[in-house]
Nanobody, 124 residues
Framework: QVQLVESGGGSVQTGGSLRLSCAAS????????MGWFRQAPGKEREFVAT????????YYADSVKGRFTVSRDNAKNILYLQMNSLKPEDTAVYYC?????????????????WGQGTQVTVSS
């Protein structure tokens, strides 16, 4: 049974930084792409970033490109999202997800498993 547990959310001011973590268990972590999504109140869940199974390639939503960095530690089964220069519009619940395969996956439907989410609040 796959489990994804996010941590690291919190409240920061505009311009601040946070690092989210996602601890994975249940199947071979290094075989699958991982992604981050977010959902703001009243909005649909949207893609943030993805990383291939090896960690060799990444892809970002335009809204976070240059500010967020996704990475993974396949030895520890942990996915990270470093978020810098945070803006109020980044406020959302952030979810990690494990993909159905190993490549670049930016669609929600490409992900098999989801974490419970962690709240990020950015105040102006």
């Amino acid at each position: 049974q796959v489990q994804l547990v996010e941590s690291g959310g919190g409240s920061v001011q505009t311009g601040g930084s946070l690092r989210l973590s996602c601890a994975a268990s249940g199947r071979t972590f290094s075989r699958y792409a991982m992604g981050w999504f977010r959902q703001a109140p009243g909005k649909e869940r949207e893609f943030v970033a993805t990383i291939t199974s090896s960690g060799g390639s990444t892809y970002y939503a335009d809204s976070v490109k240059g500010r967020f960095t996704v990475s993974r530690d396949n030895a520890k089964n942990i996915l990270y999202l470093q978020m810098n220069s945070l803006k109020p519009e980044d406020t959302a619940v952030y979810y990690c997800a494990q993909g159905a395969t190993f490549g670049i996956l930016s669609s929600r439907t490409s992900y098999d498993y989801w974490g419970q989410g962690t709240q990020v609040t950015v105040s102006s």
